[in-house]
């Protein structure tokens, strides 16, 4: 028989704030354990939590950005339960009315556009680590009330790989409006999967495993083929799947039984009453809305059509939102968009890898590709030494015209200058000369090479041609 | 020259250091005394640092002669020790909290330390403020200085007996049910539950976060009018205070009560009411129509339903605020465990005493799957009824009278084996918290037998300058009588 794979995932992600979510300690990764803490992120007694106003923008911006329902009117929970990790034994959470509802998110698998539905979005504070010793175990807090938001989608991925292109899609969107910097080393995007199979045509959903310690996109995937694996070998088998929390072993690659519903948490959610309601008036909700930027997707799709660039280049230039601004910036300001998204793809990007730096660290500025672009097309330089001029412009930015004649680069387009190098080539290489008119058409590319080499990369190309093959031919 | 220093009031102290009659050190070291000679019987308090306080005394007459006027400058305070002071304990007379040492101020206290207060100690209470006659102290059973066989009402019972006993000049309790309150009526001193939201819980070691209050428990209602100035205000620290001007309460003292309308709720004066207890509220009665107050008859129809309402409520939140005290961060942890589910087990089980795990056990069970809405949303919703009552009742008066408590202060043991007796005296208090309503306990006419009785002045929200008004009215007159 055939199986259905359902997946849904709840991915938690850290926001990008300077305080905690309850308290004014700042957020931050790698600090000496216990140091980023105070009575309220410690869970002393007597503390109280007061909301950080920019946690709630974040999530707001994240919910417009897939297209949520904004509650007007939302609120926080407390929910329950022991572990060493959690200073209150409760975590502040939201529960039946989280700040978004609804909206989805595109993805791209194998080139077949899919759309995720996204049941809700909410907010939360986040628990300290636990570390675990010969005979002893250790809480830093320092992570206990960063701000936590937790991403839910409806059961819509059937494989592996639809649950990975989501967990990508995801990253840039998220990347896209800065709500966190999803750096998966440093815990800022983490996840749990909800996966069930059921047999093919069956409409009600198989029993599920819910799966913990996912911490790479990668992780996901591989737990997930495991998974199907696991749970369609019990269903040919006959055996029937228990509902479970399993845990991912990444080392050996298998999950493992954590826990069953039998044990599960009643977690006694009831409203904070330290924390006051959410409103979010509707004027905010638009103010807000008016700062969104476009979508990835959206951009690529119109980067294409609007510069007539190739859809890969289209991709590539819309995937960061700092390089498709600066591209947006740079071909707004050219007649030849083409050319200036083709010196990002090539040395933009490979400069940014090199040096394994960002666009904003570098001078180069939009206005000077676009000059750059445009003294090319001009015929004012060539290609050499138009690449020279954008070295200078990566180490020491500059307006490319000034460092063009500073340098002596410009482009000669002289005849007569052209033509005595022609002919002093054509005196001093007599035996390229004689192998062209037998016939050997390479021999034309070395005594242009000749020439270019005579001018110091300046003498313009083409002209060199013309002039070298009408004293050949003549 | 000689005075009586632990009958002092506040304003009174402020006089005689103001006027360089005494000083704050004098007056420090005069109840620091008095608490050696009388506490060992009465056991208000759990701990008094005496060099502490005398330090603090010496600073506040340095200040003083410089100049300084601080409103509570150099006045001896006993604080409950629920509330965190920085570098003192704050163990909330729990086993579970010994040794903890608190690392910051209350935002109460800082603004009591701002004004000039001086902290004589910390004192005895119900654990975790879970009870009704400081019977459930985990180190000490305090007994009301007025009659020392009787409690002195809880859980505030440390800061009501400390002031009877002259011990302090006035204390700070917290009131959830009636803890403020109930025990100044068994005491004969004023206990103030202001509004919620009045005072800033920030530092108020949390029972139940939607019912607790800070307040004053002093020997005279002026008093209570000046410690409530110097604690009341928004705080960031606390999203639950709200931005209401801080009058000065003092101003709001009159004499009379010309025009003032006081309902009488029917359904606090209810048969079976301990006789002494409502003569004497007859007589309260009587006094303030004497003193030009108009006497109104209201209806509380949902009153029946409170002390439910109140013991799902306060024991819900409870049993989540409750949850930190785990071992992990601070206090009592169990010596020898096996894994993280057996130290909480054992250090809970070490630590707290049966009445806190009674709630506890009943909050986490009102809170559970499948009983949350038949328990927890139901009591909510009554909760906004008897709230609804308060409102409607306030259209057709200013405030209202009723007895703070059904008995008098009942007797050490009396009823420490029926817990359901011991919640019943919360009946007439507790409505009040759930209605977020300010209400006070004023001395009144004692029973034959010389207890002291508590009549209870009940005002809308923000209405603390009326019921302090009339309370100083009742206090003045009855002082006459």
């Known amino acids: 028989m055939n199986y259905e794979t359902t997946i849904g995932l709840e991915v938690h992600v850290q926001l990008k704030t300077q305080s905690k979510m309850f308290c004014a300690c700042p957020t931050g990764y790698g600090a000496a354990p216990n140091t980023l803490v105070c009575p309220v992120c410690l869970g002393y007694p007597g503390a109280m939590p007061v909301m950080n106003e920019e946690a709630i923008r974040l999530t707001v911006l994240t919910g417009l950005m897939i297209g949520s329902n904004i509650n007007e009117l939302s609120k926080f929970d407390r929910k329950s339960y022991f572990y060493p990790d959690m200073p209150k034994n409760y975590q502040i959470s939201q529960y039946d009315r989280p700040l978004c509802l609804g909206g989805s998110v595109v993805i791209e698998v194998d080139g077949v556009e899919k759309t995720i539905g996204i049941t809700r979005i909410h907010l939360e504070e986040d628990v300290g680590k636990s570390t675990h010793m010969a005979r002893s175990s250790g809480v830093d807090f320092n992570r206990a009330g960063h701000p936590l938001m937790e991403i839910v989608t409806d059961p819509d991925m059937t494989s592996p790989a639809e649950a990975y292109a989501f967990l990508v899609a995801l990253k840039q969107i998220l990347l896209y409006i800065g709500v966190s910097d999803c750096n998966l080393e440093e815990g800022n995007m983490r996840c749990d999967v909800n996966v069930s199979m059921r047999p093919a045509g069956q409409k009600s959903l198989g029993t599920k495993a819910e799966l913990k310690n996912l911490n790479t996109f990668k992780g996901v995937q591989h737990a997930l083929h495991y998974e199907v694996e696991r749970q369609s070998g019990m269903l040919t088998r006959g055996e029937r799947v228990i509902q479970e929390t399993r845990r991912w072993d990444p080392d050996q690659g298998i999950t493992t039984s954590m826990r069953t519903k039998e044990d599960a948490h009643d977690y006694r959610y009831f409203p904070e009453p330290d924390l006051m309601p959410v409103v979010l008036a509707a004027a905010q909700i638009g103010a807000l809305k008016a700062t969104l930027p476009e979508l990835p997707r959206t951009r690529r799709f119109r980067f294409a059509e609007q510069y007539g660039i190739p859809a890969y280049d289209a991709g590539v230039l819309s995937a960061d939102r700092d390089i498709a601004d600066f591209f947006e910036a740079a071909a707004g300001l050219s007649s030849n968009p083409k050319a200036v998204s083709n010196w990002i793809m090539t040395d933009v990007l490979r400069v940014l890898a090199e040096r394994e730096t960002t666009l904003a660290a570098l001078p180069l500025t939009a206005a000077a590709l676009a000059s750059l672009v445009g003294l090319v097309d001009k015929g004012s330089i060539n290609m050499t030494g138009a690449k020279t001029v954008f070295e200078v412009l990566i180490d020491n930015g500059g307006d490319p015209a000034r460092i063009v004649n500073e340098r002596g680069l410009a482009q000669v387009s002289d005849g007569g200058a052209i033509e005595s190098l022609v002919d002093d080539a054509i005196v001093a290489n007599p035996r390229s000369v004689e192998d062209y008119r037998n016939g050997k058409k390479a021999a034309l590319q070395f005594l242009v090479g000749q020439v270019m080499k005579q001018s110091r990369g300046k003498a313009n190309p083409p002209m060199v041609m013309e002039i070298l093959m009408r004293k050949l031919e003549g | ?481």
């Not at chain 2, 705080?235 to 009159?254: C, E, G, Q």
């Not at chain 2, 109140?310 to 819900?316: D, F, G, N, P």
């Not at chain 2, 795990?357 to 986490?364: F, N, P, Q, V, Y």
Request: glycine share 10%; hydrophobic share 40%; proline share 5%.
């Open chain 2, 1 to 481: 020259m000689e005075f009586d220093f632990n009958a002092l009031t506040v304003a009174e102290s402020r006089r005689l250091l103001d006027g360089g009659a005494c000083t704050s050190e004098q007056l420090t070291a005069a109840l620091v005394q008095r608490i050696r000679e009388r506490d060992p019987e009465i056991k208000a308090y759990v701990t008094v640092d005496a060099e502490m306080a005398l330090a603090q005394a010496r600073a506040a007459d340095i200040a003083r002669a410089a100049g300084g006027r601080g409103v509570l400058l150099g006045i001896p305070l006993g604080i409950k020790d629920l509330l965190n002071v920085e570098g003192q304990p704050c163990t909330c007379s729990s086993r579970l909290l010994e040794g903890y040492i608190a690392p910051y101020d209350a935002t109460a206290i800082a603004r009591l330390r701002a004004a000039g207060a001086v902290f004589l100690g910390r004192t005895n209470m119900d654990e975790f403020a879970m009870g009704s006659s400081t019977e459930n102290s985990a180190f000490q059973v305090t007994r009301n200085p007025i009659d020392t066989t009787r409690v002195p009402g809880g859980s505030s019972g440390g800061s009501a007996a400390a002031l009877a006993a002259g011990e302090a000049i006035a204390t700070l309790g917290t009131d959830t049910g009636g803890s403020i309150r109930q025990p100044a009526a068994f005491c004969g001193c004023t206990g103030l539950k202001p509004t919620y939201g009045r005072i800033s819980r920030y530092g108020l070691t949390a029972f139940a976060s939607s019912l607790d209050q800070i307040g004053p428990m002093t020997k005279s209602v002026e008093d209570a009018a000046i410690l409530l100035g110097v604690m009341s205000g928004l705080d960031p620290m606390d999203s639950t205070t709200l931005d209401v001007p801080v009058p000065d309460y003092t101003k709001a003292l009159r004499e009379d009560l010309t025009g003032i309308r006081l309902g009488l709720p029917r359904e606090y004066f209810i048969d079976g009411m301990d006789p002494a207890v409502r003569a004497s509220m007859d007589a309260a009665v009587e006094l303030c129509r004497s003193l030009g107050a108009q006497i109104v008859d209201v209806s509380l129809p949902h009153t029946e339903y409170s002390i439910a309402v109140y013991y799902i409520i306060a024991t819900a939140e409870a049993s989540a605020n409750l949850a930190r005290f785990d071992g992990v961060r601070y206090g009592h942890r169990t010596a020898q465990a096996d894994d993280p589910i057996d130290m909480y087990g054992k250090t809970r089980q070490e630590g707290f005493g049966p009445e806190v795990k009674r709630r506890i056990i009943l909050g986490t069970y009102v809170l559970s799957s499948g009983y949350y809405d038949a328990y927890y949303l139901k009591a909510q919703k009554v909760r906004t009824l008897i709230r609804r009552d308060f409102e409607h009742a306030f259209q057709s008066c200013d405030a209202l009278l009723a007895p703070a408590t059904p008995t008098p202060a009942f007797r050490v043991g009396e009823n420490t084996s029926d817990p359901l007796k011991m919640y019943l005296s919360d009946v007439f208090t507790a409505t009040a918290n759930l209605a977020g309503i300010c209400a006070m306990s004023v001395p009144s006419y004692p029973t034959p037998e010389g207890l002291p009785v508590g009549l209870q002045i009940l005002g809308p929200a923000f209405g603390e300058e009326r019921i302090l008004h009339i309370g100083h009215a009742f206090e003045k007159r009855l002082g006459r009588s």
